[in-house]
């Protein structure tokens, strides 16, 4: 069971870092690259083409500016996209609206703006749908985090 992540420049790899961790944290295993829409569209078709072969389930992808990488990306194949919009020259708010206004009939899933260990949970339970471990890696997961929040003293 592997994860695509996807980022459009290496600049981008800071932000798009915690999504790969937080999956390797589940034992997921992660497909990472750097593939442009604009700068390498035919690569990047070749990799989302190849994709399910490849064993990808869920693909996140990260860009900012006019961050077409995710709806192209949907475009391209039926696996469900996981939108990461990088902030930018303008707060990611140019990103941001770019991943979130698709046309109806391709939908992205779109997290926060440099919101990836989100884009990683959201794949987690994806597939926790229709894998017993991962759903109960994922449930201690989200005890733990509850245990930590309640036991903050202020
Ligand atoms: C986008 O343009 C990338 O996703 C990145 O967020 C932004 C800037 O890219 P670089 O000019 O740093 O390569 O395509």
Known sequence: MKVGVIMGSGSDWDVMRPAVETLEQFGIEVDKRVISAHRAPHALMEWVESAEERGLK??????????????????????????????SKLNGIDSLLSMVQMPSGIPVACVAIDGAKNAALLAVQMLALSDASLREQLIDFRTKQTEKVLATVI
Do not use: E, F, K, R
């Not at 709806?71 to 919009?85: D, E, N, Q, R, Y």
């Open 58 to 87: 869920v693909i996140i992808a990260g860009a900012g500016g006019a961050a077409h990488l995710a709806g192209v990306i949907a475009g391209l194949t039926h696996l469900p996209v996981i939108a990461v919009p990088v902030h």
